[in-house]
């Protein structure tokens, strides 16, 4: 029986009776949108106003937009995605939020034409878009779904114009996201010190309330509702606060460490308490990234660990000479380098918790460096979100600074 994801990431099945899908007819030799034909007299009702949407401005971009004002669009919109259209209002491709993240892996940056990110090197799921005819009925428009695993499927006019766009999420009431959450909140917070001398470094004050606070509340607004907090230092201060988290909308756990187990050490204690994958969040940090869109780039790749990546980039201030040996082989001057770095959110398979030694400190880099040894799948997730580890009293004046500003909601 075919299946199709959920909002949420879980399995969505199809009625038997509705297992026949049409056929999807590709051109790659023209190049022209896969579309699939229009159905009628299927003797089931048609709720295509339902579940399509006609105001596509909020979906819409133009090839010469930067990659940013793309981003920013497929915000808006809220759905993942965003269609590139060209003046005559002709559809000429998708972009979803995955394909924005693999395109910053490749090497683009946000101020790069939106144009970049349809070039036929850059991996995508669908090279060429999934469309279905302005007027097909919700049957078959939810059957495309099903077929090719997609939300979204635009509808189009005759001559090529993208005129409607049909939305799983229309079929589907969006739910909770099948995550349990690990918040690692034990650190002593030696380099915020004298700020937390008595006080945990998540239960430091960022803006009007405490900044575990606003993880928490970020993760129930995803979706979130099982939460585990592990802690160490001052960790009563952690429970007298948050309790059960009932007040905070939240089911909240506690890990208490009596000896600091690193950054992974504690996960183990968690292999045996469900079968749903664990979202590991560094206490430290203060993020808006989208917590779905992670699960569904971790699900789409097959990946054991998910580890979440922030481009970090340096211009040298020297022109750099490039040797073979003792032969010159380029100069270039005061380049740009730039990398990934982790940035402390991770989305890990159950299973690998087993992968962790019992009673004994264990760092996330020791798993993933066992991952990788052992031929597990361990791919990353570029954040082009907003981001920033306060783990330094430079970075907790920013925070205050980017609230003050407006940068983060207070």
């Known amino acids: 029986m075919p299946r199709s994801l959920r909002q949420d990431g879980s399995e969505f099945p199809i009625r038997p009776d509705d297992a026949e899908v049409p056929e999807v007819l590709e051109s790659p030799e023209t190049g022209a949108a896969?579309?699939?034909?229009?159905?009628?007299?299927?003797?089931?009702?048609?709720?295509?106003?339902?579940?399509c949407v006609d105001d596509i401005a909020p979906f819409t971009v133009r090839s010469d937009w930067p990659i940013r004002d793309v981003v920013r669009q497929i915000d808006t919109g809220g759905e993942g995605l965003a269609l590139v259209v060209d003046r005559r209002g002709q559809l000429l491709n998708t972009v979803t939020d995955g394909d924005i993240r693999r395109a910053l892996l490749a090497g683009l940056d946000l101020d790069q034409?939106?144009?970049?990110?349809?070039?036929?090197?850059?991996?995508?799921r669908h090279q060429q878009p999934i469309t279905a005819p302005r007027g097909t009925v919700a049957v078959t428009l939810l059957r495309i779904m099903s077929k090719y695993l997609i939300r979204h499927v635009p509808l189009v006019e005759p001559d090529g114009r993208v005129t409607g766009l049909?939305?799983?999420?229309?079929?589907?009431?969006?739910?909770?996201?099948?995550?349990?959450?690990v918040i690692m909140a034990g650190g002593l917070g030696t380099r915020l010190r004298p700020l937390t001398a008595a006080t945990p470094k998540p239960m430091l004050p960022v803006g009007n309330r405490p900044l575990l606070e606003r993880t928490i509340e970020q993760l129930g607004q995803a979706g979130i509702r099982s939460i585990n907090i592990t802690t160490h230092f001052q960790a009563d201060k952690i429970r007298q606060h948050f309790g059960d988290g009932s007040s905070f909308g939240a089911a909240v756990h506690y890990h208490h460490e009596a000896e600091p187990l690193g950054t992974a050490g504690a996960l183990r204690q968690l292999q045996t308490d469900g079968d749903q994958p664990l979202l590991v969040i560094n206490g430290d940090i203060l993020t808006r990234v989208n917590y779905r869109a992670l699960l569904e780039y971790h699900l789409e790749h097959g990946a054991d660990m998910t580890l979440c990546v922030r481009r970090y980039a340096m211009k040298v201030p020297y022109g750099v000479v490039e040797c073979d040996g003792p032969a010159v082989t380029a100069l270039r001057e005061k380049p740009e380098l730039s990398f990934?770095?982790?940035a402390g959110i991770y989305l890990i398979e159950p299973s690998v918790c087993?992968?962790?030694?019992?009673?004994?400190?264990?760092?996330?880099?020791?798993?993933?460096?066992?991952?990788?040894?052992?031929g597990r799948r361990v791919v990353c997730f570029p954040i082009h979100e907003y981001w920033l580890d306060i783990g330094q009293l430079e970075d907790y004046e920013r925070v205050q600074q980017d609230v003050e500003s407006g940068k983060v909601d207070d």
Not at 34 to 45: I, V
Not at 166 to 181: G, H, I, K, N, Y
Not at 354 to 374: A, K, S, V
């Open 34 to 51: 896969a579309q699939a034909p229009a159905e009628s007299g299927s003797g089931l009702p048609d709720f295509r106003f339902e579940v």
């Open 113 to 124: 034409p939106a144009e970049r990110l349809l070039h036929p090197d850059l991996a995508r």
């Open 166 to 181: 049909a939305l799983l999420s229309r079929f589907v009431r969006q739910q909770d996201l099948p995550l349990r959450a």
């Open 340 to 342: 990934f770095f982790n």
């Open 354 to 374: 087993r992968e962790i030694p019992g009673g004994r400190r264990f760092d996330m880099t020791d798993l993933i460096d066992r991952l990788i040894e052992r």
